[in-house]
Every structure is written in C-alpha cells, then in structure tokens.
C-alpha cells in the first residue's frame, strides 16, 4: 500500500461545517470505490488547510480515471461547498500492508480476508496480492460498498474469533459456513464480480475445529459434497477447492 496524504483547500468563503462534510463524503465514496483503505482518516486543520492521510493501493489510486460517479458527484459537492479538489502528496511505501497485485488478468480471484488485513477483499488466485477494485469494470448498484461492509463483518468476526470471547462459536459459523447469512452475501459479490470481470471468482471459507487430522482431510464440499481436496496446497492456505461451488478452504487450522 502506497501512503497519500490529501491536502483541501478552500477557494471562497464557506463554513466549517459545509467543508467537514464536503471531505467527510469524498473520503466515504474512494473507501467504497477502494481507492483508499481503512476505516480511519484523521483530518487537520492546519495553515488554513485541510490534510488528511490515506492508505492506497497504488500510486495512481486517485487519479481521476478510476474515480466512479459516486466520488465524481462527490468532487463536485466538494467544489460547491467551496473546496478545491484536493492535492495529492505521495508519501511512499507503507511496510505493514501488503503489496497490490500486478496489473494483469488473473485466470481466477477470490474473496479473501483475514482481521489484520488492511487492502482490497478480492484476491489474484495466481498470486494471491490483493486487486485494487478499481482495476475491475465499473459496477453500478453498489456492488463495491456491499464489498467493503462484507469485508468489515468478516473482519469483526474474525477479531472475536481470535480473541475467544463468548460470541466466538457465533462468529465461526458466519466466516467457516458456506450457507451461513455472511456466506451467502459474499458469495453472492463474488457471483456478480465473476459475471462482471469473466474471472472465475471464488470465496474462502475459514475451517478450525473437527474431530482429528485424517477426519479433516477427507472433508468433503460442504456445498455439493464433491471431492475438493488438492493434492498440493495453494499459496499454503488452501487445501480444499470446488470448481463447481466456487470454494476454497484451509486443512483445520488445528491440525495444519
Ligand atoms: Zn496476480
Ligand atoms: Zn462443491
């Protein structure tokens, strides 16, 4: 992830309020578009600018052609709201968070994510980084918001999961599934993106548990109950792949 710090400047009078809003809905429509990442954007008021700092898949994240008419209409209200459209300074590389796919046309992608995550939900199955979502056909209907709160409540799942608390059994069936409501609404993404982009798209399901090692390696699609074992894992996370279903899976993380 490259670091970007945008930097607002107001070309009229206009009120504080009017301009807080202004960026508030810009930054909301780039998240949702996946020109940025993250769920916190602190903004500062310095020297009679705005500055706010982001997380962006690449280097060329915002520029204009990957905006979508949600964050063009929000450029405009910005302007509206007597803002200029804001300068962007590229800070660099951020070490922490993984590197964005080569742009290419991977034969398959997956929905994939994990609570200490922070990039694009959809993965290249051939090299398993993250693919700015910007870089697939323009979706209408909100497809990529649906994306990113999809995203968000696995993550949330996830963190309860890792952390033991009392809602975790809960929180293991959303994420490990396959007809579980979280499940369902990922998977029905991953249907309209492979429609979209002609990308065989796939979903992950998270697996822990079960009764001994040998039991876990004849699991069978929980789906079609096919055989979906590979004889070599996959970017040594995935064990388990139906092409029928769209599945993949991991060998219990007990026993891996
Ligand atoms: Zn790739
Ligand atoms: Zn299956």
Request: charged content about 20%; hydrophobic content about 35%.
């Amino acid at each position: 992830m490259i670091l970007t710090r945008l930097v607002f400047e107001c070309f009229e009078d206009t009120t504080l309020t009017a301009v807080e809003r202004a960026i508030s809905s810009l930054i909301t429509e780039l998240k949702y578009n996946g020109q940025i990442i993250g769920n916190e954007f602190p903004c500062l008021l310095k020297d009679g600018q705005f500055v706010t700092q982001a997380l962006c898949p690449t280097e060329d994240a915002l520029a204009h052609y990957n905006n979508n008419s949600a964050v063009s209409r929000a450029l405009t209200a910005l302007n509206e709201a007597g803002v200029l459209k804001p300068k962007i300074d590229i800070l660099g590389q951020e070490l922490h968070s993984d590197m964005s796919d080569p742009e290419h046309n991977p034969s398959w992608q997956i929905l994939y994510t994990s609570y200490v995550q922070t990039c694009s939900p959809l993965r290249c199955g051939e090299h398993f980084a993250p693919i700015p979502l910007y870089r697939q056909p323009k979706l209408a209907n909100g497809c990529y918001k649906q994306l990113i709160n999809w995203q968000q409540d696995w993550q949330a799942c996830d963190q309860l999961q890792m952390n033991g608390r009392s809602a975790e059994f809960a929180a293991v069936a959303e994420i490990g599934e396959h007809d579980s409501s979280l499940a369902m609404r990922g998977r029905a993404l991953a249907n309209t993106l492979e429609k979209n982009s002609g990308i065989a798209t796939y979903y992950y399901l998270y697996r822990v548990g079960g009764e001994n090692k040998s039991s876990e390696q004849q699991r069978r699609c929980p789906s079609c109950n096919g055989d979906w074992a590979l004889s070599e894992p996959i970017h040594q996370v995935f064990d388990f792949k139906c092409d029928d279903c769209r599945l993949v899976s991991n060998l219990s993380w007990d026993y891996n």
